[in-house]
């Protein structure tokens, strides 16, 4: 059936997660566009067997006289088969577009996510096209983001006190942490920075604490 | 990101209300002295122990969290007011008035400051209950306001999150109402502005349930 | 920042009594601007002064805290400071991403509609330039070039068709939650319709075409 395998493809989309990937279908897609090629031929032939009929209709005309039946019925015939070709392709081209455009569209927010660089797993469900799209677009948005001198591709979620409740464990005197110096005294209460804090936390200088 | 595919069903994440949520009002009593602070979301203090004063509830937990200070609960977080609205929000069909923030409010304040809420316990689930009765009647208590051709419906009283969690359900159902402007639905109104929830809300109640 | 749109000013201050203009925050504004921009269908005109103003704003109080720091005022004053610098940084970035992400998505649409075009910062409609090239290539390259020569338009399914009809666009007829600040009296929703009551404060689900206007002047917010 024409335009089974293009509703294929779309249902293929709409099956997945929204914002996952499922490896690009070679197969099914190159199937779709050989149907394409495919309706492309017969409505080829189909136009130059409408057009030499309407050259007989016109000749016949000249000489006051029509298409026999049989050649009217032809006549119709082929234009329904030429419309429905064209249809097919269209519909065909609908899913293709959809196919592409849809995926995508995932590529791009996981490019939110990945910042620049896609991870193998996904790298290798997408067509070299979808690669290239990937890297262009990583590209496109980077330039704006340059021009703006603002990086967007942080701050994903909305932020939280980004400070935390330790309890020092060790001696350690003054450090100089991002936004203020600390005196490391043990037993002291600080709070500090996330960020700031993780590095004495995974060496065991201090432990969070959580209320 | 993966809410992009599905925008507007989901336009703001649990993390973004609760943000937006953090920029209400809040009464605090300090147990330390500080200048004011000259915010880009506007000043607040100066500081003074035991003198009360206003902020921001994001700025609240920081200060309650850092041992700063104590916050007020607000007058509708009371037992006593809470049993009211509770009480209330049975009898009636519409929704009873409560900040537009309730339930970020109250869970952050659970979260961050339990030692200065009265009765907690029976706070906290009073709230749970009104939280549930007042979902229940998501399908009768909304009011709509124009069957014409295009349907509108007022949301009185609905707070930030319950608004976010009938989103999706209620403008699907206006949006197929609106489509389909069924003739049933035409006849059945009796006037713009109809009052009486039970004939106003057949078709969404009916999706309401299912869910 | 500068602006693609002619006006350039904030949508406030079209329709908006003075007021509430001076009692408003940039703060408020931006936040107001960011809940409108992601809950709107359609990509709202470009918010250039606001946006400006709040970026000097950033650098300001990223300069405050710096000195702060230098100076060794108390690590609590510090970190409030940074606090607020944060949830202002969010706003400006969540509101100018939501705006990328709709340009991204209906960039054809946008590109061959003079109003929406409009509405860009300059810097966006380079970026949406870029995304045109982007798209075409690829689209060009996983299929147009491939199929027949009638059938090679991005935009249109075929030589045959009159007009674009493959650029996919936002539907207007989305409903969407909104909010007015003040009681906006009898509307109308559309040409056929009574006129419905818009009060003050409440929540309202309607078609967003239906309020376009209002939104784009700034009288009701989407929540």
Redesign the interface.
């Known amino acids: 059936m024409y335009g089974k395998k293009g509703s294929e493809l779309v249902k293929e989309l709409a099956s997945s997660e929204p914002g996952q990937l499922s490896a690009f279908n070679n197969d099914l897609f190159a199937q779709v566009?050989d149907e394409?090629?495919g309706h492309?031929h017969h409505l080829g032939s189909l136009i130059r067997k409408i057009e030499e009929l309407k050259k007989i209709e016109e000749i016949k005309k000249l000489n006051n006289q029509e298409l026999e039946e049989s050649e009217k019925q032809l006549l119709k015939a082929h234009n329904s088969g030429a419309l429905i070709h064209?249809l097919s392709?269209?519909r065909n081209?609908?899913c293709?577009?959809a196919y592409?455009?849809n995926r995508?569209?995932t590529i791009?927010s996981l490019g939110?996510a990945v910042e620049r660089v896609l991870p193998e797993e996904i790298e290798e469900k997408l067509?070299?096209?979808?690669k290239?799209?990937f890297k262009?677009?990583a590209a496109?948005?980077q330039?704006?983001m340059s021009?703006?001198d603002?990086?967007?591709a942080?701050?994903m979620v909305?932020?939280k006190?980004?400070?935390i409740k330790v309890r020092v464990l060790e001696d350690i005197g003054n450090v100089l942490l991002s936004?203020?110096s600390?005196n490391l005294a043990r037993h002291a209460i600080l709070?500090l920075r996330r960020t700031d804090a993780e590095q004495y936390i995974s060496q065991a200088i201090f432990t969070l604490m959580l209320w | 990101m993966a809410s992009?595919a599905d925008?507007?069903a989901a336009?703001?994440s649990a993390a973004e209300l609760e943000?937006?949520a953090?920029?209400e009002l809040i009464e605090i009593v300090p147990n330390m002295r500080?200048?004011p602070?000259n915010?880009?979301?506007?000043d607040f203090g100066p500081f003074r122990p035991q003198i009360a004063t206003q902020v921001p509830v994001?700025?609240a937990v920081?200060?309650k969290r850092?041992g700063?200070c104590t916050i007020r609960p607000p007058d509708w977080m009371s037992v006593e007011k809470l049993t009211q609205v509770l009480e209330a929000e049975r009898d009636a069909e519409k929704f009873q008035p409560l900040p537009f923030h309730y339930v970020e409010i109250s869970r952050l304040l659970f979260d961050h400051a339990r030692d200065d809420i009265p009765d907690i316990y029976m706070v906290r689930s009073l709230i749970e209950d009104i939280k549930d009765v007042r979902f229940h009647k998501i399908g009768t208590g909304l009011e709509i306001?124009?069957r014409?051709?295009?349907y509108?419906?007022?949301?009185?009283n609905?707070s930030?999150m319950e608004?976010n969690i009938v989103?999706p359900f209620?403008?699907r159902a206006?949006?197929t109402f609106?489509k389909l402007n069924s003739p049933d639905m035409i006849q059945e109104s009796d006037s713009?502005?109809n009052r009486q929830p039970q004939t106003a809300n057949r078709g969404p109640r009916r999706q309401l349930k299912d869910r | 920042?500068e602006t693609g749109a002619q006006d350039g000013s904030s949508g406030y201050s079209t329709m908006d009594d003075y007021e509430s203009l001076i009692s408003t925050?940039?703060?408020?504004l931006l936040?107001r601007a960011w809940?409108n921009e992601?809950?709107a269908?359609q990509i709202l005109r470009f918010e250039a002064a606001l946006i400006q103003r709040s970026r000097e704003?950033?650098k300001l109080?990223e300069e405050t805290?710096g000195e702060f720091?230098r100076n060794g005022i108390d690590?609590?004053?510090?970190?409030?400071?940074?606090?607020?610098?944060?949830?202002?940084?969010?706003l400006?970035?969540?509101y100018?991403?939501t705006r990328?992400?709709k340009i991204?998505?209906y960039v054809f649409h946008i590109q061959k509609t003079a109003e929406l075009w409009n509405r860009l910062s300059r810097?966006?409609k380079?970026?949406a330039e870029?995304?045109i090239?982007?798209?075409e290539?690829?689209?060009d390259?996983?299929?147009l070039s491939?199929?027949?020569s009638s059938?090679k338009s991005?935009l249109k399914?075929?030589s045959?068709s009159e007009e674009d009809d493959?650029v996919?666009e936002p539907r207007l007829?989305?409903?969407?939650?909104c909010r007015s600040k003040r009681f906006l009296g009898a509307f109308q929703?559309?040409d056929?319709?009574?006129p419905?009551?818009i009060e003050a404060d409440?929540?309202?689900?309607?078609?967003y075409k239906?309020i376009k206007p209002l939104v784009e002047t700034g009288q009701i917010d989407l929540?």
Not at chain 1, 127 to 130: K, Q, R, T, Y
């Open positions: 566009i394409c090629t492309l064209h392709l269209l081209k609908r293709l577009m592409v455009y995508a569209e791009r939110w067509s070299g096209s979808e290239e799209y262009n677009h496109s948005l330039s704006y021009e703006l603002l990086d967007l942080v701050d909305p932020p006190d980004p400070y936004d203020q600390a709070f | 992009q925008a507007h336009t703001f943000f937006l953090e920029d500080m200048d602070l915010l880009i979301c506007g994001w700025l920081a200060l850092r700063k306001i124009s014409e051709r295009t509108a419906l007022r949301l009185k609905l930030a608004a989103r209620v403008t206006l949006q609106y713009v502005s | 920042m925050t940039d703060a408020e936040k809940q992601k809950a269908p704003q950033i109080m805290v720091t690590p609590l004053t510090v970190s409030l400071y940074q606090m607020d610098l944060d949830r202002t940084v969010f400006l970035r969540s100018l991403r990328l992400q991204e998505k810097q966006e380079r970026f870029r995304c090239e982007d798209m290539k690829h689209l390259q996983s299929v491939k199929l027949p059938y991005h399914q075929s045959s493959m996919p007829d989305t409903y969407v939650i929703l559309d056929r319709q009574f419905v009551n409440d929540l309202y689900a309607l078609p239906s929540v």
